[in-house]
């Protein structure tokens, strides 16, 4: 069973500091994806990783870093975090090349940035 | 621009009748398509999926048909089902990409 983690459910940060959100699979997946939720938008994708320390943007890259030194996990850092990072954040990962499997995602992680 | 369009943001539907959810795409390059489901404070999961050499998938009370040349795909759900009410992401991959595009959602009330 494919079991997608993330180290926080929910997170109250401040305005300017930095956040780290982790997220770890236990499937040996290549593929690793952050997407941020919000209401009337869907699932929006920030970056993405198709290999131990590759990383890609994805379509709302800005104000956002990533990390993927090991192939289990995926971290997504905010350098300077804001209120309109404000969101639901969503880790995924899928096994193969292209991403054409079906990603399985964690639970989220609800960021308030006050 | 949404590339992936789910106009309706809510549906509500009696229990034991059909839930219809629509999805539309704009572009063409798209070669497979897929429905998440979503419960609240939980991930999306995957629910099924479809690839543009076929026009209809079925899984047990799910089916999701393709129309190419309209661009546009639906879920439909048969008998529906209290446990069905969730929040329905329609998403779709191009060829070769490795990037998925999600839309909006749509929020299924099934009422007892």
């Known amino acids: 069973d494919v079991k997608v983690t993330q180290s926080s459910r929910y997170l109250v940060k401040r305005t300017g500091e930095k956040v780290f959100l982790e997220c770890v699979q236990d499937m040996d997946h290549e593929n690793m994806f952050w997407y941020r939720q919000d209401p009337g938008l869907g699932l929006r994708l920030i970056y993405f990783s198709y290999d131990v320390k590759m990383k890609e943007k994805g379509d709302i890259p800005e104000g956002y870093s990533v990390s993927r030194e090991k192939k289990e996990r995926f971290s997504l850092i905010l350098e300077s975090a804001s209120t309109n990072q404000t969101s639901m954040y969503l880790c995924?990962?899928?096994?193969?090349?292209?991403?054409?499997?079906?990603?399985?995602f964690g639970p989220g992680t609800r960021l308030l940035v006050l | 621009d949404q590339q992936v369009k789910q106009n309706s943001p809510s549906l509500s539907v009696q229990e034991g009748r059909i839930s219809i959810l629509n999805c539309d795409y704009t572009n063409s390059m798209f070669d497979y398509f897929l429905w998440y489901k979503k419960y609240p404070a939980e991930g999306p999961t995957f629910l099924i999926s479809i690839s543009s050499i076929k026009d209809k998938n079925e899984d047990g009370r799910f089916t999701v048909f393709l129309n190419k040349s309209a661009k546009h795909l639906s879920l439909h759900i048969v008998p529906s089902q209290p446990g069905d009410s969730a929040v329905y992401f329609c998403a779709a991959r191009d060829t070769g990409g490795f990037k998925t595009i999600f839309g909006a959602g749509t929020r299924l009330f099934v009422k007892a």
């Open positions: 995924a990962s899928s096994p193969g090349l292209a991403g054409a499997e079906t990603q399985y």
